[in-house]
């Protein structure tokens, strides 16, 4: 199995930066895309940014231009940095990604793999 342990969230006056890290562990194979996404209370989860294995990044226009998503390949891990946070970027982050993992018999298979979230809390 997979595992994504995320760390960096905790409150942050608006206007303030954070640095969240997600890293997987475990039974991988490879990983492609990685991304993060967040759920504010009563809300549905969204994404917020994405990247390819390759580097390719897709971000959602409430955050183009404030966050930076990154990843290191050889730690398998995967990085989003916040600057110019707003309180309606309060919410919980969850780490995701679509990794390819080998079973005991050697069978390659797909598997989707989520964080257990963080949260990150801008005051006004």
């Known amino acids: 199995q997979v595992q994504l342990v995320e760390s960096g969230g905790g409150l942050v006056q608006a206007g303030g930066s954070l640095r969240l890290s997600c890293a997987a562990s475990?039974?991988?194979?490879?990983?492609?895309?990685m991304g993060w996404y967040r759920q504010a209370p009563g809300k549905q989860r969204d994404l917020v940014a994405t990247i390819t294995s390759g580097g390719s990044t897709n971000y959602a226009d409430s955050v183009k231009g404030r966050f930076t998503i990154s990843r290191d390949n050889a730690k398998n891990t995967v990085y989003l940095q916040m600057n110019s946070l707003k309180p309606e970027d309060t919410a919980v982050y969850y780490c995701?990604?679509?990794?390819?993992?080998?079973?005991?018999?050697?069978?390659?298979?797909?598997?989707?793999?989520w964080g257990q979230g963080t949260l990150v809390t801008v005051s006004s």
């Open positions: 475990g039974s991988i194979f490879s990983i492609n895309t």
């Open positions: 995701n990604a679509h990794t390819l993992i080998k079973d005991r018999d050697a069978t390659v298979r797909a598997l989707e793999v």
